[in-house]
């Protein structure tokens, strides 16, 4: 073998390695009900905050195959009021991934 050929054997393998690795990395469980994206939302929120937000009212929403769940505060009225809300996690459907988290205004 030249050393043409052997940096052209190296870079098939390291493509074939790097996509292997991306196909794994995307791979995952359907998310199939708001109970699943709820938990999974917040085992994400509290390992990336630090904080449960226990005290905020959750919400979830089915929307282009992405689970969108809300951390939200009310007053005493039941109306929402202006800024202090919690975080929003996008969840993938289809693989149970979070692909979008941050915290509302």
Same mark, same amino acid.
């Given at each position: 073998?030249?050393?043409?050929?052997?940096?052209?054997?190296?870079a098939?393998?390291?493509v074939i390695?790097?996509?292997?690795?991306?196909?794994?990395?995307?791979?995952?469980?359907p998310?199939?009900?708001?109970?699943?994206?709820?938990?999974?939302?917040?085992?994400?929120?509290?390992?990336?905050?630090?904080h449960?937000?226990?005290n905020?009212?959750?919400?979830? %929403?089915?929307?282009?195959e992405?689970?969108?769940?809300?951390?939200?505060?009310t007053?005493e009225?039941?109306?929402?009021?202006?800024g202090?809300?919690g975080? %929003?996690?996008?969840?993938?459907r289809?693989?149970?991934? #979070?692909?979008r988290? #941050?915290?509302?205004?």
């Open positions: 073998m030249t050393n043409k050929s052997i940096i052209i054997l190296l098939c393998i390291v390695s790097v996509l292997g690795f991306a196909i794994y990395l995307t791979k995952g469980e998310v199939e009900n708001e109970e699943a994206a709820i938990e999974i939302a917040k085992a994400y929120v509290l390992k990336k905050y630090k449960g937000f226990d905020y009212f959750i919400s979830v %929403e089915l929307e282009d992405v689970w969108i769940v809300w951390y939200y505060f007053d009225n039941g109306y929402r009021p202006e202090g809300g975080p %929003e996690v996008h969840i993938k289809s693989t149970g991934r #979070v692909v988290c #941050v915290l509302q205004k």
